[in-house]
């Protein structure tokens, strides 16, 4: 019913900035909650950051204080702003949007963090 689609992945040296972006077919992000997880090869998907309706946000012990998750409701965007990067950070990232029926998730963004 809703299409998510991802943006900013890429690669980046250690230490380093990215910015994703989750845009959605309508305005949705300001009345469900969203979610970033993170799936690395040969490992379980995680739960990265999460930001409800009423704009609390909620974050994995791996990335307090590196990774902000944010939105932009003029724009139906949600984004997660990831600093400090690691080479543990790499993974695929989604988007996760929590409807009534079930979770909604976007086709994931490659992060690479390497030199």
């Known amino acids: 019913q809703v299409q998510l689609v991802e943006s900013g992945g890429g690669l980046v040296q250690p230490g380093g900035s990215l910015r994703l972006s989750c845009a959605a077919s309508g305005s949705i992000f300001s009345i469900y909650a969203t979610a970033w997880y993170r799936q690395a090869p040969g490992k379980q998907r995680e739960l990265v950051a999460r930001i409800t309706s009423g704009g609390n946000t909620n974050y994995t012990d791996s990335v307090k204080g590196r990774f902000t998750i944010s939105r932009d409701n003029a724009k139906n965007t949600v984004y997660l702003q990831m600093n400090s990067l690691k080479p543990e950070d790499t993974a695929v990232y989604y988007c996760?949007?929590?409807?009534?029926?079930?979770?909604?998730w976007g086709q994931g963004t490659q992060v690479t963090v390497s030199s």
């Open positions: 996760v949007l929590f409807l009534p029926g079930g979770p909604s």
